[in-house]
């Protein structure tokens, strides 16, 4: 089989293609205008918004995870945001971890929350999260795990549809109360903060911050190439089976608890990655993150976007997230009428999202042009 | 690949006393009947005589409150579920046609084609030529292979029955469960389906759940009419007409 | 001539009436000079001769004497200055706000020195506490003086004794008699005669009190020394078998405090899910904006407040209707122009109607302001009925279990016995031949949804009176309402009152074992764990049409 013929799946995706493209573009150029040019220059780009860009990452990299168990398996998950902030209190452990004795108390081992709560030791949950190693296992096992045990109760009983996104949405509020809760062991209403370092790099350093923006690019790209080649695949196929005629997928012999499941927890996973990379450039995790307007806001860039195209969710989440930062800004009365609007809009005007129109709009072009290149049929393929 | 070994069964599907309630409301009332190795049926009976319930309780759908239900002699349909059942080699078409809309015919085939149906098996499944022929093969069989690279949504009715039908072949299934295939088809597409039906069976057993009685003609099988969830009578088309209960039955009193 | 006699009966009748009338009025005019006079003595400088007159106010067989006698021992008594009257006075913003004990008419407010205190001396106090104790003990309602006995039980005292023997002498009522003996039995527990103690004690057996079951504890209990507060025997024997029947019955009025509570919160719950029954559990149509039209209700509660600032204790039932019509409204104006479009895509209406609701809670906060408005608890919602010492049920609780259940079963019976509802089931089970039968569908979806959408209004009510009124409110209660009705099965109201009644309780009573989030987080995990056992809840409607 030739290369060609091996790569046919990421061949035939044009805008996933451009897109791929740009982001790469971007995140080489940027940190070298960024660390190279300096500060007065008109090219000069500023480390706030290499944090702000970086957070879109990560936010596209989510976006991603929620597209392809809703766009390709037709689960709606309002709970998302919970395997975001798995990860990223897996790695906001290991960031307390590596403050050590820098912190205000000085306490060698405890972080300063559990000094301030009397507690005398580690509790045996926080037990390897010094390692970095460790760390990076549990972002991955963290939500994965939660989602196995979550999904495998739910697919097997069958529940579905709307069902499911209720109670998807009641587990991370039940999450956010139990976290909320100090003796949970996880800092309670404050979260964990005041990171100093990763890996001994000071996460104030310029460098270590591009380094976080480089490397959260880095995961969209593979997180893309992942999900675009599980969605090409004939699982993919089997995947969109389910969505579009579930009971027929099962008597054709499918067990469709068992996709549900796998794509459900690749889709955890790669939330639960977002978070782990998105908690050391914004510097805290708290128990916000389990919020469950959170989740279903992460929706709203995916219905915008493009649902069912895999680039349409990473152009959501970037489109949504600058609105949001522009107008949270400039007008913070008017953001909440927008992102309400945005969810009215999206759903009654443009069920495939932007990707969609665009889509739309370049068929309705082919279909003019062979019109009127004559009666050529069926050369349009 | 299949999980049962291939001798011959004396019957390739036994029920015998099925027993299912809704609410008080009998769907089916004590049924018994059976189906031999390569055997078309036909099953006929009126609104609410509980054909649609007879096939969930036999593909998994639905568990019987009480009696047998028993393939290739020792399997006990009830104990197993919808997948199982269907990689046992039951295959089902349902009443509305339903194939996945936003798939192309061949991918749709390709989906129905025999074969493990395991999750990581799919992740790095590769179509062999011999698979593509098979393929090809059936597309030709329910005569779409103009369609082949339309989607399953762009289908009229008729075909959308043709693809099911196709991917129930595909499925390679020793029994087929087939529901009402000729609603909303042609005269001519109805007497294609009954032909297909019956050069199927013989290799496979077939089952057909039909109101139209031109198209039970057509099948020239056996006839089984089921009337409250019992079956009322059995035999050729002719001796059913002619029983006085099937009379009453349909007729009024 | 048959008729003569009988209006002559009735002439008679009328006129017995009549004089019977007069001779009350006469009597009570002769008695009123008595009261002023006696009144008026009060005012003296000498303390024996005030001594003296309250003597004989006390005597007196007057409705108006009670007071007179509390105000006295308050120090709330006075008389003006200019021409002697007396007055009860309380303090308002300059002076004081004075009131006539005779003519019981407002006399307007005055300065601090325009009227003078009628004094008294401890002994006098003393005294007046026992008259007033005997005044309400022979009072006519047996409720009065069942509160008195009440009262005497919370300040034991010897003086009260001789009071009390009369009283209980007198007495017909066994419940005020049981209550007077406590009465007498808690000063009798001082006494230095054993078979007294022995005697109050036994009084003591059964009546549920937390002053006496904490006198018996001390009675009993063993000193650091060894010995007892009690030191005969046989009395601390009694006192023991007492006092676990009073446990006992502690812990089962304990029960039913929570039961109580527990119900209380089920009926909140009910009452925000109940509107949610209608839209999703008949509709189908997954609101997720219907925690704002309760946030709506509760705004409409406090508007109405602001515009009846002086008949808040009327305005709950004006906002009642005003909170149903303006969700109902607000409803009727979504389902119109955004849930219409999105029937059968049950995924996209769970999103757009998010969108809404995000747009209604920024939308209250750019009128109200982003902070919490404090609606009025009107009079006869606080407080609290104490059914005995053991038990008291908070009115507000109490009216919203009414409430809720009136709620439920009007809704109940609108759907079931109303031709609206008739039409309402007609669409929902078979919408084209609804359709065909002349029945305008659409116009049926959009007053279903602005019922649903109505009661969540109406729930908004009887929220503003537990809670924080916010743009937040609502969010609060839509994960517990769609959890109760999923719970519940939906498209079943009497689920939904099980579910939410069932979590109410089970949510109080795991309460105290785990503590108040771990709780909710307890009961959102078994909620879970339940939909993923039975899908379609407690009482789901089985059959082959749910399949779909």
Redesign the interface.
Known sequence: MTSQARLAWLQSDVGGKRVLAIILAVIIVLPLLNLLVPPDSVFHVSSYTIGLLGKYLCYALLALAVDLIWGYCGILSLGHGAFFALGGYAMGMYLMRQIGERGVYGHPVLPDFMVFLNWDALPWYWYGFDNFYFAMLMVLVAPGLLAFVFGWLAFRSRVTGVYLSIITQAMTYALMLAFFRNDMGFGGNNGLTDFKDILGFSLQADTTKVGLFVASGVALILGYLLCRY?VS???G??L??I???E??????????E??KL?VFVLSAVLAGVAGALYVPQVGIINPGEFSPINSIEIIVWVALGGRGFLYGAIIGAVLVNYGKTFFTGAFPEVWLFMLGGLFVVSTLFLPQGVVGIVQQWKDKRAEQKAHAQGKTGEAV? | MKMIPKHIPQHILYVDGVTKS??G?K?LNDLSFTVKPGELRAIIGPNGAGK??MMDVI?G?LKPDVGDVFFRDSVDLTKH???EI??MGI??K?QKP??????TVF?NL???LSGN???FK????KLSGEQRTQIDEVIELVGLTEKR?ELGGALSHGQKQWLEIG?LLN?DPDLLLVDEPAAGMTDHETELTAKLLRDISGEHSVVVVEHDMEFIKALDCPVTVLHEGYVLAEGTLEQVQADDKVIEVYLGR | MTRQPKRAWWVRAWLALLILACSQTLWAQQQAPDFTAKIADLTTSSFSKRAKAIEAVVALDDERVLPVLEALLEGDLYYRKSDDRVVIAVDAESGYRITDVISGEDLGAVGKRDVKKIATNNRMRKNLRVQIAAYKLVNKNPDVRRTAAGDLIKTPSPEFLPILQKAIANEEEPAVREALKVARAVILLDSDQEVDRLQAIKDMDGYPNKYTLAMLKQLVRQNDDGSYNEPSELVREEAIAVLKGLEAQETWYKFVEDLFFGLSAGSVLLLAAVGLAITFGVMGVINMAHGEMIMLGAYTTYVVQLLMPNLIEASLIVAIPAAFVVSGLMGIIIERTVIRHLYGRPLETLLATFGISLILQQLVRTIFSPLNRSVITPDWMSGSLQVNGFLSLTYNRLYIIVFALLVLFGLMLLLKRSFFGLQMRAVTQNRAMASSMGIRTGWVDAMTFGLGSGIAGIAGVALSQLTNVGPNLGQSYIIDSFLVVVFGGVGSLWGTFVAAMGLGVANKFVEPMAGAVLAKILILVFIILFIQRRPRGLFAI???FVEG
């Open positions: 599980v695949s004939k699982l196929r089997v969109i089976s969505r579009d005629a009971s027929r997928s099962r008597f054709i012999g499918y067990r469709v068992h996709f796998f393929p | 809704f609410d409301f769907a649609t319930t593909t759908k579920d919808e997948a269907a990689n295959g089902r349902f339903t194939v996945i809309e936003s798939l991918q390709e989906l129905a149906r395991g999750v799919s992740l790095f499944h690279q991917m499925q | 089985k059959g082959r």
